[in-house]
């Protein structure tokens, strides 16, 4: 299984960028598949989930608003837009693939040890 995130850059304060996440080896039709970050120093933590069969969206309070995932399970990839970016946001980005069972209604899908494959990652740089 592998995972290919891509999307990544730098940017200013309030602009836009589109992560991508694209899996191959695996069919994660049935699974579903989340973004987290890890900001330099910090631990990482969660930013948004999807589902796998009703398209379900769950955001982090920071995000909300402002980011929205969506999937493309013909594609068998994850997208998360990011807009109205600014330096909080920098980070490296991980998408991954939960376990199976994982809904993200469960608040557990914020623990990253939920997560089954991950990416490895693509950095996001807001400057201000």
């Known amino acids: 299984v592998q995972l290919q995130a891509s999307g990544g850059g730098s940017v200013q304060s309030g602009g836009s960028l589109r992560l991508s996440c694209a899996a191959s080896?695996?069919?994660?039709?049935?699974?579903?598949r989340g973004w987290f970050r890890q900001a330099p120093g910090k631990e990482r933590e969660w930013v948004s989930c999807?589902?796998?069969?009703?398209?379900?969206?769950y955001y982090a309070d920071s995000v909300k608003g402002r980011f929205i995932i969506s999937r493309d399970n013909a594609e068998n990839t994850v997208y998360l837009q990011m807009s109205s970016l600014n330096p909080e946001d920098t980070a490296v980005y991980y998408c991954?693939?939960?376990?199976?069972?994982?809904?993200?209604?469960?608040?557990?899908?914020?623990?990253?040890?939920?997560?089954?494959?991950w990416g490895k990652g693509t950095l996001v740089t807001v400057s201000s």
């Open positions: 991954g693939i939960y376990y199976e069972n994982r809904r993200c209604s469960d608040r557990v899908t914020r623990d990253d040890s939920n997560i089954d494959f």
């Open positions: 999807i589902t796998a069969f009703d398209g379900r969206t």
């Open positions: 080896g695996f069919s994660s039709d049935f699974r579903s």
